[in-house]
């Protein structure tokens, strides 16, 4: 299916956020369309603010700690400069579906009723979501103990926290010491005042999916499957791929949650090809640039839908694609307990091309087309040449205010919050 035209006039658009990759993929496929670009983060050293598509930068209040005062920036914002669209990029969609309806009085934007965010957003909701509609997952246990944990746990098998995002609140669990490790950050965190996910370890290969809806109809839809891990788990390397049952899935879903805006998932495919099983949902679309390469123009189908156009065309991207996030390859590479050689040679395969990145395109810091993307490369590069040890202490740099925290979602939770 074709790509409906781009938009024609160049749009203001806000992003919630600029420290995330996706938030920073965002800018560069805006960008490169011709629109104005600003973004607010809590950290001016942000990795959107290295981009020469990024217009402005405001430094905002962090949601995880003051989300009172974070929606107070961002209203104040919109209320003294003229937005087409905000888009939020990250979980800060979570605070504006609450208050969406005076939201959308001063900009456009594309989010679900506030009940049906938080199901995309929480492990367990979306889970007992997949159970509702009959769609597959690996066998899984809900609990809400320590010790009702200890008696479900099955070596090997995943735990997960209600609320994570960037690889935060998942545990692969193998032996009794790293369950009793489970346990203690699960408790520290005050994770069993919710409840808590069990499920079977699966073989398989890791695949995302990625989709804009308008009021429940699937619009557009890209996937991938993961080839090579980087830090926390996400991806390295990236190849697109098209699965017919999956387009059916996310159909289902998205009906059923009369989903309005981005949304994506993560699912293994297992080795000996059964249907695949799906393993998290998040409520925006992770690391837009893929589909960009892989010829649609997810971002574009999302302002569209957040400016309220109903002449949509449906369009799915092309599979066999590949793309790396240049940055993630490196930290991986380190954490894996990659030596000096290693890197160098991790950089050397970057830089020409070869191996696993041969016939791969750049996304996440594409410095041909944006040559500020570079300098959190190269300062990263350096970091991890100079010690590799440093890698967890980098790759946690993701994991900022600029992002959720169970006390701030209970804030938002509130009647009388906004």
């Known amino acids: 299916m074709r790509d409906p035209p781009p938009i024609r006039r160049p749009l203001r658009v806000l992003l919630s956020e600029g420290g995330s990759t996706s938030a920073r993929?965002?800018?560069?496929?805006?960008?490169?369309?011709?629109?104005?670009?600003?973004?607010?983060?809590?950290?001016?050293?942000?990795?959107?603010?290295?981009?020469?598509?990024?217009?402005?930068?405001?430094?905002?209040?962090?949601?995880?700690?003051?989300?009172?005062?974070?929606?107070?920036?961002?209203?104040?914002?919109?209320?003294?400069?003229?937005?087409?669209?905000?888009?939020?990029?990250?979980?800060?969609?979570?605070?504006?579906?609450?208050?969406?309806?005076?939201?959308?009085?001063?900009?456009?934007?594309?989010?679900?009723?506030?009940?049906?965010?938080?199901?995309?957003?929480?492990?367990?909701?979306?889970s007992r979501l997949l159970d509702e509609l009959g769609l597959p997952q690996p066998r899984t246990r809900i609990v809400d103990s320590a010790q009702a944990l200890r008696d479900a746990v099955e070596f090997p098998c995943v735990v997960k926290s209600a609320i994570g995002?960037?690889?935060?609140?998942?545990?692969?669990?193998?032996?009794?010491?790293?369950?009793?490790?489970?346990?203690?950050?699960?408790?520290?965190?005050?994770?069993?005042?919710?409840?808590?996910?069990?499920?079977?370890?699966?073989?398989?290969?890791?695949?995302?999916?990625?989709?804009?809806?308008?009021?429940?109809?699937?619009?557009?839809?890209?996937?991938?499957?993961?080839?090579?891990?980087?830090?926390?788990?996400?991806?390295?390397?990236?190849?697109?791929?098209?699965?017919?049952?999956?387009?059916?899935?996310?159909?289902?879903?998205?009906?059923?949650?009369?989903?309005?805006?981005?949304?994506?998932?993560d699912y293994i495919q297992p080795d000996d090809g059964a249907p695949p099983l799906y393993i998290d949902c998040n409520p925006r679309l992770v690391e837009p640039m893929s589909a960009t390469l892989a010829g649609i123009d997810l971002m574009d189908l999302l302002l569209r839908v957040s400016l309220r156009e109903t002449e949509l065309v449906a369009a799915d991207g092309r599979a066999g694609v590949r793309s790396h996030l240049a940055m993630q390859a490196l930290l991986g590479c380190a954490l894996r307990g990659g030596s000096r050689r290693a890197l160098l040679q991790e950089c050397f395969s970057l830089t020409s091309r070869r191996g696993p990145y041969a016939g791969s395109v750049e996304e996440l810091t594409p410095a041909r087309l944006d040559w500020i993307s570079a300098v959190p490369l190269i300062v990263t590069a350096a970091m991890l040449l100079a010690a590799p040890r440093v890698a967890p202490r980098l790759a946690r740099k993701g994991w900022g205010d600029h992002l959720l925290s169970p006390r701030s979602i209970r804030t938002i939770e509130q009647d009388d919050f906004g």
Request: net charge neutral.
């Open 165 to 265: 995002t960037a690889s935060r609140g998942v545990w692969l669990l193998r032996d009794a010491t790293g369950l009793n490790e489970a346990v203690r950050e699960l408790t520290d965190a005050d994770a069993f005042a919710e409840e808590v996910l069990v499920q079977e370890f699966v073989e398989g290969a890791v695949e995302h999916a990625q989709a804009v809806l308008a009021h429940g109809q699937l619009l557009g839809l890209h996937g991938y499957r993961q080839i090579a891990a980087g830090a926390g788990g996400g991806d390295a390397i990236k190849q697109s791929v098209q699965r017919a049952d999956v387009r059916a899935h996310i159909a289902a879903i998205g009906a059923r949650l009369c989903w309005h805006g981005g949304l994506s998932f």
């Open 25 to 126: 993929e965002a800018i560069t496929v805006l960008g490169l369309a011709g629109h104005h670009v600003e973004i607010c983060d809590p950290s001016p050293f942000c990795l959107g603010r290295f981009s020469r598509f990024v217009t402005k930068f405001h430094r905002c209040p962090g949601i995880g700690a003051d989300p009172a005062g974070y929606l107070a920036f961002i209203e104040r914002l919109l209320r003294e400069h003229r937005f087409d669209v905000v888009l939020p990029i990250h979980e800060q969609g979570l605070l504006f579906a609450k208050v969406q309806g005076r939201m959308a009085r001063r900009a456009g934007i594309a989010l679900p009723e506030f009940a049906n965010y938080r199901i995309a957003l929480d492990k367990v909701r979306f």
